[in-house]
C-alpha cells in the first residue's frame, strides 16, 4: 500500500490549504485513514481521522470548525481542507491508512507554512 499526498505550500494567517492522498489500494487494513502533522520540536499528532464505518471523523480539538477531512472512494483519494490557518498549524503533514488500533502505512508527508 503506498500512499501519495500534495497540496502543501505556503499560506498567511487566515488562509487555506487543501492537501490531498492518493492511496494505491484499499483494503479491511485500511478502513482508518487520517492525517497527521509534526511541527518542529513537537511529537505527531493526529489531526483528523475518518473511518470506512461512516462514523463522525474525529478533529484534534486544535482545529475543529477550520480543517475538514473527506474521501472519495471511487478516487481513493483523501482530502484536508484547511481553514483560517494559524501559525500554530505549520508543520508536515502525513497521510496515513490502517486500523483503528494503528496506522500501518505513511505517505513521505508534505509541508505546510503559515506566515
Known amino acids: 500500500v503506498q500512499l501519495v499526498e500534495s497540496g502543501g505550500g505556503s499560506a498567511q494567517a487566515g488562509g487555506s490549504l487543501k492537501l490531498s492522498c492518493v492511496i494505491s489500494?484499499?483494503?479491511?487494513?485500511?478502513?482508518?485513514m487520517g492525517w497527521f502533522r509534526q511541527a518542529p520540536g513537537k511529537e505527531r499528532e493526529g489531526v483528523a481521522i475518518?473511518?470506512?464505518?461512516?462514523?463522525?471523523?474525529y478533529y484534534v480539538d486544535s482545529v475543529k470548525g477550520r480543517f475538514f477531512i473527506s474521501e472519495v472512494d471511487a478516487k481513493n483519494s483523501l482530502y484536508l481542507q484547511m481553514n483560517s490557518l494559524k501559525p500554530e498549524d505549520r508543520g508536515v503533514y502525513y497521510c496515513?491508512?490502517?486500523?483503528?488500533?494503528?496506522?500501518?502505512?505513511w505517505g513521505q508527508g508534505t509541508q505546510v507554512t503559515v506566515s
Open positions: 496515513a491508512a490502517g486500523r483503528p488500533r494503528g496506522f500501518a502505512y
Open positions: 489500494r484499499r483494503s479491511s487494513s485500511t478502513a482508518c
Open positions: 475518518i473511518h470506512t464505518s461512516g462514523v463522525a471523523p
